[in-house]
């Protein structure tokens, strides 16, 4: 059964708070909602949320094993990839497949092993900038190999990040989030090709919430002055900076998720 918007509306309310014992004082007015993007038009990444089994190196450099608990959303299509996302507070990152070479996604009764080819940083880091980012992996395991929850997109070019939703609004009886970028990242380079969003609010101690499909588009400062004003205003709270763009994303269709 689809959730109903009360009910979504009361899971944020209530991870608002969750979500400050969980972050501390820098979000103490916002909730992390994940972003799933792909170019591919008129398409939403396919998103699930698993239990970590394990992360192990790989065979060759820069590869990273991940295990995981039940099986994917669905396997990769001819040029699509798979990516998970291991986060622990601030520190967070992506592991991609690559889209040719030996199978990047294996599924039995146990459950699923992804081979990624590449990771990628989600927080301020000096690999942060790079155009083609190789973040060592002893960072990642030493930052989240006690993580204990994955989420895991595919689609083309699949991307999955977090972002603070810092307001959130009914309209028209369709839920909006409001969130703003700083630098023009993988995920506004989907967008422009594709608006077409999957977006996803857990609780970050159980992954279990709500994952919504709609799209997603920028928005003047005049269109929506509270929500430019919010957003500018927790990064200010932040540190970083101004807002190079804001975005709001309207939601078409709600479902539960919950670690398979």
């Not at 709609?214 to 509270?226: M, Q, S, Y």
Request: overall charge positive; proline content about 7%; some cysteine.
């Amino acid at each position: 059964m689809s959730p109903s918007t009360s009910d979504v509306l009361a899971f944020m309310a209530a991870q608002l708070e969750r979500q400050q014992r969980y972050f501390g004082s820098k979000a103490p007015d916002r909730f992390l909602a994940y972003m799933g993007s792909t170019s591919a038009p008129g398409v939403h990444l396919s998103v699930s949320a698993h239990r970590v089994a394990g992360l192990e190196r790989g065979v060759a450099a820069n590869e990273l094993l991940v295990r995981l608990s039940g099986a994917p959303p669905r396997t990769p299509r001819s040029r699509e990839i798979a990516t998970v996302t291991l986060f622990s507070s601030y520190v967070g990152y992506q592991l991609k497949t690559r889209s040719a070479g030996p199978a990047p996604i294996t599924s039995t009764a146990e459950g699923t092993s992804v081979r990624g080819g590449q990771v990628f940083t989600l927080h301020h880091s000096p690999f942060m900038m790079t155009a083609f980012e190789k973040v060592p992996v002893e960072e990642v395991l030493a930052n989240v190999r006690a993580s204990r929850f994955a989420l895991v997109g595919v689609g083309a070019d699949a991307n999955l990040s977090p972002r603070f939703c810092f307001h959130h609004e009914v309209r028209n009886g369709k839920l909006v989030l409001f969130h703003g970028d700083g630098l023009p990242l993988k995920t506004y380079l989907n967008l422009k090709s594709n608006p077409s969003m999957t977006r996803v609010v857990i609780d970050p101690e159980t992954f279990e919430g709500y994952l919504a499909t709609g799209t997603v588009a920028e928005f003047r400062a005049e269109e929506a002055p509270e929500a430019h004003a919010r957003i500018c205003a927790g990064f200010a709270a932040g540190g970083w900076g101004k807002p190079a763009r804001t975005f709001r994303f309207v939601a078409e269709t709600w479902a539960p998720i919950a670690p398979l």
